[in-house]
């Protein structure tokens, strides 16, 4: 029999906990779990993690990590628990130790988390001395990412460092019970940073007169500039179409949905139609915007578009605003003109957003880095990530078997880059189309700012970038010191993405990666492709939509009709689309010319454009104002009508298709029944050759990927149809975007094999 009193023999371990786990309270909760549980010793922030030195009965260790691991703060992440045996150091009571720094550090970095209940219950009791403080925070909640300056994360390593806590704030960050222990930004109206408003010629100071004074502008229908997390929004009241309209003409955004700030979930549900996942989203601690089907029309908001952006309060300001008399919905829109990156630097601010706003309501916590907000919208009742950024960056998406590290610099549209340390694949925040400086600019510090906090050395990289050799990411890669530079395939990368951050680096796929552009292999430009093959072993090109001479470079992806011209010169006998009811422009034409002198043209398999020539041949005609947007339009006539029987799209040949589409036409048929019809055609077409791939190569899994399975009715309809066969596994990209975004983490995976 075993003896009981074996298992009360003194012990000491260490332990080193990795994965989300600093800046979350966890150091004061492992206190408090080691009080409970009679342990000694000590916690500390390491390069890894949070490490613990604990001696006790074996019994009370076990349950003390038991507890530990079980009982996390909720916004913390465990993602691995070391244990390792010690010698005993005789210690008798439990301590909180400073950070320890032994090596380059690998810990994850906390994203920006929405305030808490508690904090939020504070900021509106009159009692309590953060009573409508606009900083308030604690544990767990508030900024992290954003205000990080250096690793480990403490005080002095933000950019609350010049920030002296007064007594009663020093009294709780010392106090291991008290929920504000080592909450690095916690700071009071005593101590603390505060908010004020710049309007024209007169400034108001003081936190409260200043917010008070910005709900009063937005009451009468001004712009104003807020600073937030991760930099300044421009608000106006969103129910005021003159104010929406000259935010629109400041800011240059002509067309592009905007954002709604609701006051609360029962406010939403006014706006959006929200399913259980939608409203998850909504109240999670990201708080990111989240894409829903609109219960109303709101023209100035979001035009020809069947959905809307909404998203709850997330920083104390947010509540503020409203408390104070604030219009709810506001417009929260990005403080920047269009194609510019965010202002987050309040001089930047000041000198870009005089103008578009009416006034600056300016906070004086520095912020470390530009952090937009996230955008998620909902597949089959998941979240299926649009633009990831505060609230999810840096957070790491998936493991790959390697130590060394890897930069992957992603693509030039919609701009993230992944920093793989010791094989966590960390992702940046969203920062956009690269092309011109500010956002260049915001790309390069980006990177420097990543390998700065895990005090990596580019010379000690493997970096990875796009196969296109002109692509501004590329460039870049190649002006950096490494220990090699690897081009990866755009639509490899594609697919790579979801085996990565699914954790299916072996296995084989069917492939489908349709988008707008991306070089291929054999110098033409891809974006409607079918691949057979593994990220370990690689990928096969084995079928595509049919090639095209797309005339005029990238204008063609801003001009539909540009577009069109390259699929339509495949097709005979073709009407005079110049005439009703196609009224297609000047520009239709001198493209067609272009094309039939095989002059500025380049071969394409581009799904993305095949889009927009339907988007065309059914009635839009002028430029995009932003990327996809003909698709969306086409996708929103698609919507106000019952399904179609679709068009013939044999082998992915599109003129039956398109010959059919301008019969149609012709005959009158209604524009949101040829869009319909053409969506199916799609989907069947799709449909038979990924079934037809998957018979062929014995393989059961297939993977979707890139910019147009963003469209909400391509992709269910898809995975309607694949329900069909139990034994085929379907997998999307849910942690980073199907757009480029996610590009990145793609390239990340190829980069390892």
């Known amino acids: 029999m075993t003896d009981p009193s074996r298992h009360d023999t003194a012990i000491a371990r260490r332990v080193t906990i990795q994965g989300v786990v600093q800046g979350v309270g966890f150091r004061p909760f492992v206190f408090r779990i080691a009080q409970i549980h009679q342990i000694k010793g000590w916690v500390l922030n390491g390069d890894d993690g949070v490490e613990i030195h604990a001696e006790g009965k074996k019994t009370d260790f076990e349950a003390f990590l038991m507890t530990v691991d079980a009982q996390a703060p909720a916004t913390a992440h465990v993602k691995k628990i070391i244990v390792q045996v010690v010698v005993s150091e005789g210690f008798s009571d439990f301590q909180i130790l400073d950070s320890r720094r032994d090596a380059a550090p690998s810990v994850r970095i906390s994203p920006d988390l929405c305030i808490c209940d508690e904090c939020l219950r504070e900021l509106r009791n009159p009692f309590d001395r953060r009573n409508q403080y606009p900083y308030i925070n604690c544990t767990n909640c508030g900024p992290r990412y954003s205000i990080i300056n250096r690793l480990p994360y403490d005080r002095s390593g933000t950019t609350m460092a010049d920030w002296k806590l007064c007594p009663s704030c020093q009294q709780d960050y010392d106090n291991p019970l008290d929920r504000r222990h080592h909450a690095q930004p916690t700071a ?309 993405s979801v085996l990565a951050e699914h954790n299916l680096l072996n296995e084989r796929v069917v492939g489908v990666a349709f988008d707008g552009t991306g070089l291929g292999t054999d110098g033409t430009i891809w974006g409607g492709e079918f691949f057979v093959g593994s990220v370990c072993d690689g990928f096969e090109r084995c079928h595509s939509l049919r090639p095209a001479r797309i005339p005029g470079g990238d204008a063609a992806a801003r001009y539909p009709v540009q577009a069109a011209a390259g699929f339509l010169a495949e097709l005979t006998d073709l009407p005079n689309l110049t005439n009703p009811p196609f009224h297609f422009p000047k520009r239709f034409t001198d493209a067609m010319k272009l094309v039939e002198k095989n002059l500025r043209c380049f071969v394409s398999t581009s799904m993305g454009r095949l889009f927009d020539t339907v988007a065309a041949l059914v009635g839009f005609l002028h430029e995009s104002t932003y990327e996809g947007q003909a698709a969306i339009w086409l996708e929103h006539q698609a919507e106000r009508c019952p399904p179609q029987a679709p068009y013939p799209f044999p082998e992915l040949d599109y003129r039956p298709l398109l010959k059919h589409i301008i019969s149609d036409r012709l005959a009158g048929r209604p524009v949101s029944e040829i869009a319909s019809a053409f969506h199916a055609a799609v989907v069947t077409a799709t449909m038979q050759q990924v079934l037809h791939l998957l018979g062929k190569r014995t393989v059961n899994t297939v993977v979707f990927s890139g910019g147009v399975f963003q469209n909400r009715l391509l992709l269910d309809s898809l995975l309607h149809e694949l329900k069909q066969y139990p034994e085929i596994r379907i997998l999307i990209n849910e942690q980073v975007p199907t757009n480029d975004g996610g590009i990145c983490v793609g390239q990340a995976a190829l980069g390892v094999f």
Not at 244 to 254: D, G, N, P, S, T
Not at 270 to 278: A, F, T
Not at 466 to 483: E, V
Request: glycine content about 6%; aromatic content about 4%.
């Open 188 to 496: 009071c109206d005593s101590c603390g940073p505060g908010y004020r408003l710049l309007e024209a010629h007169l400034t108001t100071d003081g936190s409260e007169r200043a917010i008070r004074r910005a709900a009063e502008l937005l009451v009468a229908g001004s712009i104003v500039a807020v600073k937030g997390l991760g930099g300044h929004h421009l608000a106006c009241n969103a129910n005021n179409p003159v104010a929406i309209a000259a935010l629109r003409e400041r800011k240059f955004r002509k067309e592009r949905p905007f954002a709604l700030l609701v006051r609360n979930l029962q406010e939403a549900r006014n706006y959006v139609l929200l399913s259980q996942c939608h409203e998850q989203l909504l109240q999670s601690v990201v708080r990111p915007i989240v894409l829903a089907p609109a219960k109303v029309k709101l023209p100035g908001v979001s035009p020809d578009n069947s959905t809307l952006g909404v998203m709850l309060p997330y920083a104390p300001i947010h509540h503020l605003l409203f408390d104070y008399g604030a219009p709810s919905p506001l417009v929260l829109t990005s403080g920047n003109r269009s194609s510019e990156p965010i202002a987050y630097r309040d001089e930047d601010a000041i000198r870009r957003l005089t103008g578009i706003a009416d006034a600056i309501l300016i906070g004086d916590r520095p912020i470390a880095r530009r952090v937009d907000d996230s955008v998620v919208a909902v597949r089959s009742e998941k979240p299926f990530m649009i633009r990831r950024a505060r609230g999810y960056s840096p957070g790491a998406v998936s493991e790959l078997p390697i130590v060394d590290p890897i930069l992957a610099l992603g693509s030039d549209l919609k701009n993230a880059i992944a920093l793989v340390v010791r094989g966590q694949v960390f992702v940046s925040q969203h920062i956009g189309d690269l092309g011109d400086c500010d956002t260049d600019e915001s790309f390069q510090n980006t990177v420097h700012d990543l390998l700065a906090m895990y005090e990596i050395n580019s010379s000690e990289l493997t970096i990875i970038h796009d196969l296109h050799p002109q692509f501004t990411s590329t460039r870049f890669a190649l002006s950096l010191p490494a220990r090699r530079h690897i081009a990866v395939q755009h639509h490899h990368a594609h697919i790579a």
